[in-house]
Structure formats: structure tokens, C-alpha cells
């Protein structure tokens, strides 16, 4: 057995070595690339057999169909890496794809097979050759890329790869003809795989193009839409004064909450001052209450006239016409258990009824429970158990022009406003590697340590770099 550190000894190398005519190689990896075939295209000419298992579910037949539309257009980076991984961008960029994607295609015809795992089983990644009498095994190999077998650093500090002779390569293809012939874990896409790589060479009409760039702009926010939490247009808020009165990024912003509220119970909107957080705030406002859903504003006493004003029957109301009729209460009055406030009787108030609440200057809500030394509930706390936990689920829109002081705790505070504080909802929500209270504590280390670097070195890309999920 010898160690490749893939810089002074690299799979390629090796590989090249290896590789002869007849052999059969086998991979079993999260993405292939075509320019990984380029590097070793005189060699993987020459074999048999080349067999390749996609360790996650890739072009399976349960996913086209989901997604089925006029012009497929892959999602997964495992899927785009036919045409060259994030760290292929200097191959992809000296104008050749389009040859070695038609050499590629013609070779997969001729000599390759692929299969991938329909299961969310994890899968390590190997690879096999078989010449002769001499059988190789290299492990682990993430992807068959050019970062992989060692023609490309990408971002690895490191990438020590185990190359095994026999016995010990044995196993190795043992599992793979396992694997390779279990029916109910392994689905070919060959065909799939052609399809894809043909795409590269292929003459494109305009419109493909078109659809193609208008889904790399926005594909992020494709990944959030669905019928469910759409805005609902039967209800009439594009009509009112107010959605009328808003300029294209507030109406934008508002469409954009309201999926937020729907799908997550949350959302902060931080505009900067000036960008008219208030209005885009009332367009949502006017949406639940269309809905016929009871909306209470929370917000600091100073800015009591201003909502009131845009719910009551004044001569300076310019959205009088809309006749909301949303209660505004004050931060402080959650301290309180009795006497009036805006006209509310608050011993009589029922503040788990509201189906929306909108927090104004939510910043003030950042400290969370249990941060003052007192032993009565702060008001974060009563927020929670009165208006958010209990009586009917309440969705939160917060207004924050600066939702983060100097902790990533002051954001994360906020957020458990919506979700109830139980952060576990939220993580199978969310879908992430990590739990969301790891996330935050990483991204304060992270944050702490990027304080400290030099100032030509503290860039909002340098940060980002670290920052997780």
C-alpha cells in the first residue's frame, strides 16, 4: 500500500500507470466530470469496461419526472459537474468544452455504463482497477474530477488518497460488484448521463439560452416557490391604496414576506432607514387582514401616532380608503399585566388570538430569555408565552434597520420569535448538516476571529469564506 498526496504523487499519475489495455475500472463517486476524462483519455480509451455508481441519487427517474418542463435544466452540483465542477472554471473557460463533451459522449457510448444509488444510504467513494492479473484500489475518491485525481488543488488543504494492491484492493471490488448488481439500490443512467453531455455540444436556439441564464439569476429564489405559500391574488391586496402606493422593490419585498411568513412563520425585514419599511409592512398587513386574520402592531411608544394614523379615519391617511384595522400596543406594555394602552384594556386582552403580529424596532427584542439578572419575565419572555406560544399560531414580521448589534445572537434571538423558540422545528425546516444553534455559535467564532485580522485583510468576502450554512 502507498499514500498519493496528489501533488508530488498524484491518481492521475498513477492511474496512467495502472490503466491498460483490456482493464476494467470501476468508480464509485458523488460527480463525474468530463474534463477528469480528459486527463485520462488515452487510457480510458484502451479499457474494456468502465463502470461508474453515483453515491447519491443523481438523474434518477423519480427526479426527471418531478421536475419534468420543456427545458430541464439540472439542479444538483453532482448533476452540473458533467460540464466541470466549481473548481473547473479555468478548463471551462479556454473555450474547449464543446469538443472534449462530444469526445466524452462518444466514449460513454462505446465503453461506459453508469448507475447511481436511489437511496438516502451514505455511500463512501472508491475507485477500482482490474488489468490482468493486477487489481488496484484507491479510496477514499469523492468525485471523479480533476480536483480528485490531483491535476487541480480546488480548495482541499489537503488530499491523501490510500492506493491498495492485492488482497487488499479484493474487498474493494468485491463491494462494487455488490453494490453494481443490487436492483433495488442502483438505477441505470447511462442514457441520462448521454443526454446531458450531448447538451454541451449541441447547437442551442436563443431560447434555451434565454431560460437557461433567467434560471442561473434567480435559481435561489426558484428553490423557495411553491403553490402553498404563494401569495394569494384572489384576496384582492393588489388593489388597495396601499400595495398601489408602494414602489417595485417594496412590492417585491412584500410578495417576498409574505412567502417567508407562510413557509417559516417569520421573517425581518431590514431595509435600511428611509427605505420605507413601514409601508411594505402595512401591503402585508392589508393581505392577512383580506384574509380575514387579526393583526396586533407591537412597536416603541414614539411610534404609536405614526401606525395609528394609518389605521384610523384621518384626513391625512392617504391609505384611509383601505380601512385597516390592525391594534397597536407598545413594547413596555408587556411588562405590564394591567391598565390601559391605545385603548386596550391589557387585563382583558387576549394575546394569543393574533394571527400576525408585526414587531417594529424588533432590534429591541434581541437579548432573548434569561439575559437581565432580575427574577421577573423580560419582555422577550412574555412576548413568547403570552402572544406567540400560546392561543392560535402566530406569524411574526420583524422591522429592524440594524437586527444585529455586534452578536450573531441578536439575530438568532429574533428568529426564535418565529419559530417558538424550538430551534429543533426549525432544523428540520431548515434541512441543514448542522443544528441552527451550532450555526450561530460558529458564526460568532467565525466573526470574532475576522475582528482581529488585519484591516486590508477584513473583507466581507474573507468573512463569508468562513461563515457556515
Known sequence: MKILDNINDTVRDDLKIEIKRGSKVSVAAACFSMYAYQELKKQLESVDEFRFIFTS???????????????????????????????????????????IAKECADWIRRKAQFKSNTTKENMMGFLTVDADKAQTAYTPIFGFTTVDIGCERGNNTYNMVNCMEAPYSHQYMELFEQLWN????????????????????????????????????????????????LPNEATGFKQSKIWNMLYDFQKDAALAIINKLEKYNGCILADSVGLGKTFTALAVVKYYENRNKSVLVLCPKKLAENWNTYKDNYVNNPIASDRLNYDVLFHTDLSRDKGTSNGLDLNRLNWGNYDLIVIDESHNFRNGIGTHSNTHENRYQKLMEMAIRSGVKTKVLMLSATPVNNRFVDLKNQLAIAYEGDSEYMDERLNTKKSLDDIFKQAQSAFNSWCKLDPEKRTTDELLRTLDD
Request: aromatic residues 12%.
Open 57 to 99: 441519487p443523481t438523474f434518477v427517474k423519480e427526479k426527471a419526472e418531478k421536475q419534468k418542463r420543456e427545458f430541464y435544466i439540472p439542479r444538483l452540483s453532482r448533476e452540473t459537474s458533467l460540464y466541470g465542477t466549481e473548481f473547473e472554471i479555468k478548463l471551462r473557460n479556454e473555450m474547449t468544452q464543446r469538443a
Open 182 to 229: 443490487d436492483r433495488e439500490k442502483m438505477q441505470d443512467v447511462t442514457d441520462v448521463v448521454i443526454e446531458n453531455v450531448s447538451t454541451a455540444y449541441e447547437e442551442n436556439s436563443p431560447e434555451l439560452i434565454y431560460f437557461m441564464t433567467l434560471y442561473h439569476v434567480f435559481s435561489e429564489f426558484l428553490d423557495d416557490i411553491s403553490d402553498d405559500v
